[in-house]
Structure formats: C-alpha cells, structure tokens
C-alpha cells in the first residue's frame, strides 16, 4: 500500500515537471513577467545544439535568449508563443494518463496568428508597449510628424502601404527570425526610413499597385506590369517565373492594403523567409521596354504599327542583378526612335517616359536619347566608370556587383552611399557625409590603386550636384519656352496649360524624335537623383546634347555659350573649357 502511494505521488510530479513546458506567469496578463524562468522547461531539452532556427541554423535556445522575447517588462516565454505543449512531449501519453490527453506545442507559431496576440492589439496592455513603440526616424532620410508607432506602420491601411499587408498575416518570418527578435534590427530600421520601406511614399499610395498587372507575359505585355516592382509579392512572383508572371495579385474587393518592398524581395532562406538573410538568386537581367502608342485617326488609316518594343539584357552582376529587376526604366530612349521608324505620324504620338530611378540604365549607358552624330562611348582613364565596381573584385570592391556594394555595404538599409541635409525634398538635399567604405578604395587619393582619379570629397559631391540640377533647370526653362511642360513621371509642372504636346515636329519634318528625346531626356536626369554619381559622362553629355538642342539645334556645340551667359553653376558642371563655341568644350 505504501508503495502504491509512492508511486502514485512519483506520477503526479513528473507530470506537474512536463507540463511546464513554458508554464507559469499565472493568468493575469498584466501580471510582471520572469519569462527565463517560465521558459526553463523547455531550454533544459532544446538548448542542445541538434535544434535550431529554421533559416539561421542558430540553435533556438541561443537565439531567444539574446533577444527581447528575454524580457521581465515585454517578453514572451516559450508558452505564450508555442502554447502549453501540455505533457510535452506527447509521448508520454502512451504511459502517463493522468491530466487528459497530450498534445505537442505549436511548431510555427507564426501560422497560427499567436504572434498576434500581442503584435496586433488596438491598444497595447497598461505598462506594456505591444508592438506600440513610437519610431525613431533619423533626419537625414525622413521624418515623419509625428512619428508613427511599429503598429501603426505594422497594420493600419488605408491611402497608405502597411508593413503586414495581406499576403504577410501570419507570415512575420517573412521579416522577423522567430527566437531572435533583435537580429536585424537596425536593418529594419533602416529600411523603414528608405524608399523601399516608407509606407507614405507615392510609389506606395498612389495606386492600389497590387491590382496593376496582365495575364499576358512580361516580354509581349503592353499595359500595366506596376505590381512587378511597387509590391513584394508581384517581383518574386516575376524573378520565380523566370520573368514572365506580372498578373495582378489575387485580392479581394475589400483589401485595402498595399505591399512595400519587404525584406523577402532581396533576401530568401528557400523557404517563403527572410531572416536568415540569404540573398535571392537572379539571373542576368532582361528588360523589356514595351510601348503602345497613342495613334491618330489618320495614322491609324495609313496602316501605322501601334506597338513598339525595345529589348535590353544587362550585363551579369552578380547580387546586383536584384537591384537592376527595377531600376532600369519603363522606356528607354531608343524607343523614341524605334517609334519613329514604325509609326506613320510621329508628330501626335503620346509622351514617351522612362519613368522613375532609373539608375542601372543609366549606369550601362541604354537610357537616355542619344542624338545622332553624337559620341556617347566612355572616356578617360577609367572607360569602365562606375559599372565594373564589386566585379571580379576590382579595385579590392568584392563581387557582389555596383549597385549593392556602393548602396548596401555593409548592411546598410537605408541604401544611400551619402548621408544628406534634414530638407523637405529629397532631391535637393545637400550631402553631409560620404558613408559607404567602398567609395574611398578609387576615389582615395590614391595613386598606387587609381593614377589620375581625384579624391572624393562631400564639398565636391555638392559642387557636382548643385551643378547637375542647375542644368535641369535650364532644360527646364528651354522646354518650358518651346510649350513643353514635363516633370517628374512626364507630369505637366504648370497647371492650365491645356493638353500634352500634338506636334512634336517643331523644328521642321523629321524633328519629332529630336524633340521628344529632349523632353525625355529631362524626364529621364530628374528623376535619377544620383546621375551625377551614377554616370557622371554620360548624364553631362545628355544634359549638353539637349540644352544645345533647343538653345540652338541648327548650330553645334552652343550649349557652354548659353550656360556661361545663363547659369555659373551649371556652366561650371558642364562645361570644361573655358573655351565656348568650339568642339573640344563637350566632356
């Protein structure tokens, strides 16, 4: 009998020991929290090294404990994620039945929305922040008023992208490592500060962008392939698909959310996350410049082509091949030319617009529109400019390609080789630091790595800049004299100013592409912020070839003459001679 009972009591305390996996803290909510202590169960089995984070290979134990889930104010024990596992593991049920049936903890509690359970409150807990911890914006990228918190930014939608947007509920490892909550941090926080992770932003709100798609490849499609680049879901879905799928993401009438580009665009641990920051594979890029014009009656009699396509592969490089599945334009000024060899009246063809940031076309020199007789092949010293950086470790600048060694490296996620002045609009703010390590490996002052090639400097950085957007705008004004309004995206800049332009033929028959190209090209410099950077020839020579157009198209090599009597400043960044009026002044 005595030893029936010991028995008996033997049970009731390993089954009171299994059933801790993660137990305690009681059930107030509120109630301070020790969750080491409540996690002790669990670690005293899983910290050996056979179990480890999915995606990081980490062991979990090690991973949790370094983060803020270890926390006695805002932490979360093993149970508040992965449930009670109640005699755990359930094994044991085929001895011990005392207490009900087993069952296992949840393997991905992420799935099972728990994450939520504190993530997605409407008001966080008293004393608790919830997810609810207002942001910290640093000024040199932008500042939000008032700052937003993590679940604003997290889950609010509305005329506004959103961090969890449909396709990320229940999926925060799309984002997020799981046990360690702190790695990465202050890349998140970085890319919520950049173009990429801003929730306010145009690119974001000013279409639902997860609608704008075709069933029709990529390569023949004509219309709207918005969702390949403005969401996360629509590049993966196009660099999976070998570049092919742009349908509009599957969505119901009352999904109101808009995607960002999020951390599992660049980064895939092969299986839907990102935490593990493995960069996504990507082959060389293809571009496909795609143009359906906008016909005249007459044209459309006379048997005119409406289509125009223009195909570019880019070189291979390597990681920045992610980079370049975006940032190559819409259009690309060949298309201006291509049209004007298919189209029977080019003088009533829509505006033709390479769109946003284009600074991979830019930087491979296939961008802008280059006017005939024009030299436009690489000079000096260095031929290869910035294109070759982080290939075949040139200059000791690794291989990773130059759109992610100058923008990323190491780990920067505000994707910005330069830090910049708190100003109101990006564009015209001046730079205050150069930040990127790999900028000073040429531009060092060096001569034993670059003969020839000139220190970097922040006050030469903002002479280029100035210079460069001083030269817009004498574009500008030259357009705006000859009737042509276009800004950023081909919007007209000035209101009431009646229709697009029906004539492009303004200089007599055969100048429409001319005159177009010019246009285009200012469309094309204003939305590169960095051109003056990118490809520093190649923006000049665009910039000269089409002041001097309509400064003076019948007449050659004017464009320093007007510069020297109208802007210093875009003079200087033009110009180099102090010689006008003579062939040798275009750089």
Known sequence: MKQKAFITILTFSGLVLLAGCGGGGGSDPDAAKNTLHESQTCIGCHESSSWKTPGTGQNIVTDWTASTHNSTTNGASCQDCHGSGYLHPASCSKCHTA???????????????????????????????????LLTYSSSIRRVNPAPTTA????????????????????????HNPHDTSSGKQQRQDWAQSGHGDTTTSARTQYDFKTYGSNLPDS?????????????????????????????LTVSATDKSRELTGCNVCHDNGSGSAYGYNLRSVGQITTFYNYSAG??????????????????????????????????????????????????DFKGVTFISSHYLTAGASLFQISGYEYQGRDYTSQGTYPHLHRSIGLANNYGTGTSGPCVTCHLKPARHTFLPVSLADNAVLWQRQVTGIVSPECGKCHGNNPSVAPGLPALTVSGMNASKSGFFAALEVLKTLLNSNGMYYGRGGIKTTAGLGTNVTNWEKFGVGSGPDTMGTAYNYVLLNTDYGAYAHNSIYAKR?????????SNNATPYSTCAHLASSNASAYAYICNSTTTGTSTERQ
Request: glycine share 8%; aromatic share 8%; charged share 15%.
């Open 99 to 133: 207490g009900g049936a087993a069952s296992n903890p949840l393997l991905n509690p992420d799935s099972s929305n728990m994450c939520a359970n504190c993530h997605a409150k409407v008001n966080p807990r008293p004393g608790k922040f919830d997810g609810f911890n």
């Open 295 to 344: 016909l005249t009656n007459a044209a459309k009699a006379a048997g005119a082509q409406s289509h125009v396509s223009v195909s570019k592969t880019f070189p291979d490089v390597s990681a920045s091949n992610l980079c370049l599945l975006c940032h190559v334009g819409r259009e690309s000024g060949e298309s201006i030319k291509k049209a004007a060899t298919q189209l029977v």
């Open 152 to 175: 604003f930014t997290h889950f609010s939608t509305g005329k506004r992208a959103n961090y969890v947007a449909t396709n990320y509920i229940q999926n925060c490892r799309k984002c």
């Open 220 to 248: 023949i499609n004509y219309g709207n392939t918005c969702v390949r680049c403005h969401t996360s879901t629509g590049p993966i879905k196009y660099i999976e698909s070998g570049f092919i799928d742009v349908k509009p």
């Open 542 to 550: 665009l910039l000269y070839d089409s002041i001097d157009y309509l």
